[in-house]
């Protein structure tokens, strides 16, 4: 009687989310956690922003909006990208949905059909995987690791392209690893896709305006793929808007017209007062984006030096983002009190209970040897947690 389906009981547990939760259960107990495991800004929404969704209300913006989103909201992210990418969309090729992580899963269950390969490198943000099983797609992994900076070569990817590829998932700058690609990497990986007519690309470029590296490079923007890249993009990490939910694609006319006849049927067009405070974010001169990406890129060289300081934590140097991605086999097979750390998972629940840090283990990207820390919070708890981590390492033994 209370069986679940069986797309639900085959689908994982976000452990970013259950991180989390772990970690807000010790806090009501009392105890004093510091939370690096959240992929969240700690900054506040600018407040033009916030006046933009105040008016909206005022202006009384509380009925039904279009599936695919206002035209003032599809305007400004077609001028956004315009301006900032340099590619040229209408509006009637870009979708908005309740964040990008739901313009994700539209893009695959209008494009995957059951049987059909997605072609994930790893490490992988946690919902990739879980989002091409609904799609009832099988994914197919490209290990990569910290000698090539966690990305994939064209080899790589060619070796495992089969008449069954449907779909490529790039995610530049990259969560877990903040690693980057370059414009000739993404130029050589564009010219492997070409080559194969019926295979997209699943673009996540949401962490677009946290690089430390210059400017963002798209592989929308080669004309040879062009058609087929999808966009996904948002609000969420480059203006502080996580909670808002918008999100959007941009894609070819007939992919943006099957996934607003999915959202059309599943949700209809995101909440209204959102909308409006994400077309004055998308419309602003980007000041309050490069006061973040300053604090971030400070955080970064502050977690990226004290946590390269103690024994056992090999880590590069990532190009974006807000997170740190250290290898940390080192520490498996160590022990303390009856702990034993047979791998990542263990080793952040030890961080955890003994340390109070709260991280995500690799396990959970797709890169079991691996830990990841967010460094979305001040430089004050950053330094804290170094502190914690490095004596709760050394009881290992």
């Known amino acids: 009687m209370d069986k679940v389906s069986a797309r639900i009981a085959a689908l994982?547990?976000?452990?970013?989310?259950?991180?989390?939760?772990?970690?807000?259960?010790?806090?009501s107990q009392g105890i004093d956690v510091i939370n690096l495991s959240v992929g969240e800004p700690d900054f506040f929404t600018p407040d033009f922003v916030k006046e933009a969704a105040k008016k909206a209300i005022d202006d009384n913006f509380s009925f039904y909006s279009p599936v695919s989103g206002y035209k003032d909201l599809l305007d400004a992210i077609c001028s956004k990208l315009k301006k900032e990418n340099n590619l040229v969309y209408t509006p009637d090729q870009i979708v908005v949905s309740g964040g990008a992580k739901h313009s994700l899963s539209n893009i695959l269950?209008?494009?995957?059909?059951?049987?059909?390969?997605?072609?994930?490198?790893?490490?992988?943000?946690?919902?990739?995987?879980?989002?091409?099983?609904?799609?009832?797609?099988?994914s197919v992994v490209i290990e990569t690791g910290l000698e090539s900076d966690f990305k994939i070569t064209p080899k790589q990817l060619e070796a495992v392209i089969t008449p069954k590829s449907r779909v490529l998932m790039l995610c530049s700058p990259s969560n877990p690893t903040g690693s980057i690609y370059t414009h000739d990497e993404l130029k050589a990986i564009a010219d492997i896709v070409a080559k194969h007519p019926n295979l997209l690309v699943l673009s996540d470029e949401i962490y677009e305006h946290i690089n430390f590296t210059g400017k963002h490079e798209s592989i929308a923007q080669f004309e040879n793929i062009r058609d087929r890249?999808?966009?996904?993009?948002g609000v969420s990490k480059g203006y502080a808007m996580t909670g808002w939910r918008i999100g959007f694609s941009a894609?070819?006319?007939w992919i943006a017209k099957a996934s607003v006849k999915l959202q059309g049927q599943q949700t209809s067009g995101v909440c209204s007062i959102a909308q409006k405070a994400a077309a004055a974010a998308f419309n602003s001169d980007g000041k309050t984006t490069k006061v973040m990406l300053e604090a971030f890129q400070r955080r970064r060289n502050l977690i990226v030096d004290a946590i390269s300081?103690?024994?056992?934590?090999?880590?590069?140097?990532?190009?974006?983002?807000?997170?740190?991605?250290?290898?940390?086999?080192?520490?498996?097979?160590?022990?303390?009190?009856?702990?034993?750390?047979?791998?990542?998972?263990?080793?952040?629940?030890?961080?955890?209970?003994?340390?109070?840090?709260?991280?995500?283990?690799?396990?959970?990207?797709?890169?079991?040897?691996?830990?990841?820390?967010?460094?979305a919070t001040s430089d004050e708890k950053l330094k804290d947690a170094a502190e914690r981590i490095a004596k709760a390492v050394a009881l290992l033994k």
């Open 109 to 138: 269950l209008c494009v995957v059909d059951k049987g059909d390969e997605v072609v994930v490198p790893a490490p992988y943000w946690v919902s990739y995987v879980e989002l091409v099983k609904l799609a009832e797609g099988k």
């Open 251 to 253: 894609s070819a006319k």
């Open 229 to 233: 890249v999808i966009i996904i993009n």
């Open 309 to 375: 300081k103690i024994n056992g934590f090999r880590l590069n140097m990532p190009g974006g983002a807000f997170y740190i991605f250290p290898e940390v086999s080192y520490f498996f097979g160590k022990e303390y009190n009856g702990i034993k750390i047979k791998n990542s998972d263990d080793l952040a629940m030890f961080l955890l209970n003994v340390g109070h840090v709260a991280l995500v283990p690799g396990s959970a990207f797709g890169a079991p040897n691996y830990i990841r820390f967010s460094y």
């Open 12 to 27: 994982e547990e976000s452990q970013t989310l259950a991180m989390s939760q772990k970690s807000r259960e010790l806090s």
